[in-house]
């Protein structure tokens, strides 16, 4: 699908998990170049295999951040690093699925928020994370969470965390939602995609590092696809070591998977989304595959 141009639109990249330290220095060669390219107003991008497949560091995200991304959004491996928790605690551009339940790790539950809003150069933008359940962790309903979460983004509900409850950090109107949908099953993304339809500006799938071919806008103005992909190395499994991943099939032995190492052949996916700054509507999507 072909990107338009017209005069009340702002465009977005949102790209897939990063994969490992290939992952992070392929996102620094190519996002600061689509990010020109394209003319990309805001960025997220899923950093929770960044660490070596397995969670993320400070440094990590630091560097994520810098490469040029507004918001990090992640998933089900965001609790591999413990002392990566503290970080979920004090960033407000780093999201955990917000299905999780909510409070502090002093009160005996996950660190973080899952929730973003952010001005930036005349546009408010609003990512929310969240994760699916089916061949997952059982968690929260991300269906009656999102519900939850439209409700006090329209200021309907005043139960908002800690990190979020200040008068500055929600004095805006959110005219454009960013839903990153992080899940096994196809079925549950697509269903959730028709649920939200109208109600978020884009809603894109992570989790199975494998870009998928169905972008597409939907009948209420949402643009959608199943799975962003991943920026890592492209000659693995899923990022990481082929002959390990393999030997797990193969035998059904749980050997400890290690990032694939050859730096030559990194590629960064995702999508560019083109959206109507007014209503919120999505004008256009388009897949993107930049590297080697």
Same mark, same amino acid.
């Given at each position: 699908?072909?990107?338009?141009?017209?005069?009340?639109?702002?465009?977005?990249?949102?790209?897939?998990?990063?994969?490992?330290?290939?992952?992070?220095?392929?996102?620094?060669?190519?996002?600061?170049?689509?990010?020109?390219?394209?003319?990309?107003?805001?960025?997220?991008?899923?950093?929770?295999?960044?660490?070596?497949? /397995?969670?993320?560091?400070?440094?990590? /995200?630091?560097?994520?951040?810098?490469?040029? *991304?507004?918001?990090?959004? =992640?998933?089900?491996?965001?609790?591999?690093?413990?002392?990566?928790?503290?970080?979920?605690?004090?960033?407000?551009?780093?999201?955990?699925?917000?299905?999780?339940?909510?409070? =502090?790790?002093?009160?005996?539950?996950? =660190?973080?928020?899952?929730?973003?809003?952010?001005?930036?150069?005349?546009?408010?933008?609003?990512?929310?994370?969240?994760?699916?359940?089916?061949?997952?962790?059982?968690?929260?309903?991300? /269906?009656?969470?999102?519900?939850?979460?439209?409700?006090?983004?329209?200021?309907?509900?005043?139960?908002?965390?800690?990190?979020?409850?200040?008068?500055?950090?929600?004095?805006? *109107?959110?005219?454009?939602?960013?839903?990153?949908?992080?899940?096994?099953?196809?079925?549950?993304?697509?269903?959730?995609?028709?649920?939200?339809?109208?109600?978020?500006?884009?809603?894109?799938?992570?989790?199975?590092?494998?870009?998928?071919?169905?972008?597409?806008?939907?009948?209420?103005?949402? *643009?959608?696809?199943?799975?962003?992909?991943?920026?890592?190395?492209?000659?693995?499994?899923?990022?990481?070591?082929?002959?390990?991943?393999?030997?797990?099939?193969?035998?059904?032995?749980?050997?400890?998977?290690?990032?694939?190492?050859?730096?030559?052949?990194?590629?960064?996916?995702?999508?560019?989304?083109?959206?109507?700054?007014?209503?919120?509507?999505?004008?256009?999507?388009?897949?993107? =595959?930049?590297?080697?």
């Amino acid at each position: 699908m072909s990107l338009v141009n017209a005069e009340r639109t702002v465009r977005c990249a949102m790209i897939g998990d990063v994969v490992g330290q290939i992952g992070i220095e392929t996102l620094e060669t190519y996002l600061p170049e689509i990010i020109k390219e394209h003319n990309i107003n805001f960025v997220t991008v899923n950093g929770e295999n960044a660490a070596e497949g /397995f969670g993320m560091t400070e440094k990590d /995200f630091n560097r994520i951040i810098a490469a040029g *991304a507004d918001v990090v959004t =992640s998933g089900n491996h965001v609790w591999e690093k413990r002392d990566f928790w503290t970080i979920l605690e004090t960033e407000r551009n780093i999201l955990r699925p917000a299905n999780y339940p909510s409070g =502090s790790a002093t009160l005996q539950n996950v =660190s973080g928020v899952g929730v973003a809003s952010v001005y930036k150069n005349g546009t408010s933008w609003v990512v929310i994370n969240l994760q699916g359940r089916e061949m997952m962790t059982p968690i929260q309903c991300p /269906f009656q969470c999102f519900d939850r979460l439209i409700k006090i983004l329209t200021g309907r509900a005043t139960d908002i965390h800690p990190l979020l409850s200040d008068e500055s950090s929600f004095p805006y *109107a959110f005219p454009i939602i960013l839903i990153d949908l992080h899940a096994e099953s196809s079925r549950e993304k697509e269903a959730f995609a028709y649920y939200a339809d109208g109600r978020a500006s884009l809603i894109a799938g992570t989790h199975t590092h494998v870009q998928t071919a169905d972008e597409r806008i939907l009948p209420k103005g949402s *643009a959608y696809i199943t799975d962003l992909g991943m920026t890592g190395n492209s000659d693995s499994v899923i990022g990481m070591d082929p002959k390990i991943c393999l030997e797990r099939s193969r035998k059904m032995v749980m050997y400890h998977m290690e990032t694939a190492s050859d730096k030559k052949i990194g590629k960064v996916q995702g999508i560019i989304a083109e959206i109507d700054a007014d209503t919120g509507n999505a004008v256009s999507i388009k897949r993107i =595959s930049h590297g080697l």
